[in-house]
C-alpha cells in the first residue's frame, strides 16, 4: 500500500469514525446540531462541552420550534468553523462561507427531500410557543424518528466536504 493509499485510508477510517461518533451522540440523548457539531469540533479546536454547548439550543428544530432541523443546524455550525470570517469588513471571507453553507444545507435537501425539522418529522408545522421539554428517549422515540438517519446524513455530508475542500 502506498503513503497516498494509506494517507486515503485513514482519513476515510477517521471520517467514518466521526460519522459515527456523531451517531453515537444523538443515542446517548444529544441533539441533532449537538451531535454533528461535536463530532467534528475537534478540528477546530473546540472541545467536546463547548460543542455540545453551542449545539444545545439548536435542537428540536431551534428550541424545539421545528424549524431548521438540528443535523442541518449542526452542518451550518460547522461550516463556520471551517470557513467563517474573523474580519466582518471581509466580505469575500463572509461569501466564502455563505457558499459553503449553501452547498451543505442543499446537499442535505436533495439527500433528505427538506431542511425542515416539522416536514422531516411529518408534522403539520411548527410546536406552539411554551412547549419546551423534549420527548423522553426510549425505544419508541428511536423507532418513531428519523432523526439519527439525519444525524448521520448531515455528518456524512459534512465529512465528504473535507475529504474532497482540497482538491
Known sequence: MSIFEKRFFNMVSTLEDRIQTAVDYFMQGYGCAQSVAAAFADLYGFTEQQALKVGAGFGGGVGRM?????????????AGMDSGQTDGSNRQGK?????????LVEAFRAENGSVICAELLGLKGPVPPGHFMPAERNAEYYKA?????????AARIFANYLENKDE
Not at 461569501?95 to 452547498?103: E, F, G, I, S, V
Open 66 to 78: 421545528r424549524m431548521m432541523c438540528g443535523a442541518v443546524s449542526g452542518m451550518v455550525i460547522l
Open 145 to 153: 424518528r428519523p432523526c439519527v438517519a439525519k444525524v448521520e446524513s
Open 95 to 103: 461569501a466564502d462561507c455563505y457558499k459553503l453553507t449553501q452547498d
